[in-house]
T-cell receptor
Framework: AQKVTQAQTEISVVEKEDVTLDCVYE???????LFWYKQPPSGELVFLIR????DEQNEISGRYSWNFQKSTSSFNFTITASQVVDSAVYFC???????WGLGTSLAVNP | NAGVTQTPKFQVLKTGQSMTLQCAQD?????MYWYRQDPGMGLRLIYY???????DKGEVPNGYNVSRLNKREFSLRLESAAPSQTSVYFC??????????FGPGTRLTVT
């Protein structure tokens, strides 16, 4: 069975702290895509990044970085120097089967 | 480009009433999806359409029907609404089932 686990239900940090959100995707598939989405308090869902299982190169976009390790099926997301605007629920989702994790609610406090 | 649009934004129904949620995308995407999101939950797939003329059940299809009217439009119908269908409904589209782009959501309350 395919399963996405985001073990951290809620995280609370103070502004400027670094924070890492964990995602583990259990699957027997050898090839797959994983995605991260952001849902701010306003409710819309915003696509952040896509990775495929062949590419373990870390990716950095501004304050955001992603670390994908196929050996552990983990696709972790780090926000450096967090800001209040980063407060949102973050979802990890694979492409196959269109299943979603339960999300991690991040609160960044001033 | 408007992206993905949904109507209505809010709706209150009484148990047993019917309604159709409308979704349209202008990105020329082949695939479209309907999800529901309940408090503290991720998204659960109701139905999807991989291409015009095809629809498939997702994780929670009971109580819903869909129509892929053309490449742009994908509607979701509740024939006899129940309180358990109170939720926020999201429509999404994607090309080749890669990343999805979402509409703003419809907040539905069934009393």
């Amino acid at each position: 069975a395919q399963k996405v686990t985001q073990a951290q239900t809620e995280i609370s940090v103070v502004e400027k702290e670094d924070v890492t959100l964990d995602c583990v995707y259990e699957t027997r598939d050898t090839t797959y895509y994983l995605f991260w989405y952001k849902q701010p308090p306003s409710g819309e869902l915003v696509f952040l990044i896509r990775r495929n299982s062949f590419d373990e190169q870390n990716e950095i976009s501004g304050r955001y970085s992603w670390n994908f390790q196929k050996s552990t099926s983990s696709f972790n997301f780090t926000i450096t120097a967090s800001q209040v605007v980063d407060s949102a629920v973050y979802f990890c989702a694979p492409r196959r089967k269109l299943i979603w994790g339960l999300g991690t609610s991040l609160a960044v406090n001033p | 480009n408007a992206g993905v649009t949904q109507t209505p934004k809010f709706q209150v129904l009484k148990t047993g009433q019917s309604m159709t949620l409308q979704c349209a995308q202008d990105m020329n995407h082949n695939s479209m999806y309907w999800y529901r999101q309940d408090p503290g939950m991720g998204l659960r797939l109701i139905y999807y359409s991989a291409s015009e003329g095809t629809t498939d059940k997702g994780e929670v299809p009971n109580g819903y029907n869909v129509s892929r009217l053309n490449k742009r439009e994908f509607s979701l119908r509740l024939e006899s609404a129940a309180p358990s269908q109170t939720s926020v409904y999201f429509c999404a589209s994607s090309q080749a089932r890669v990343e999805q782009y979402f509409g703003p959501g419809t907040r539905l309350t069934v009393t």
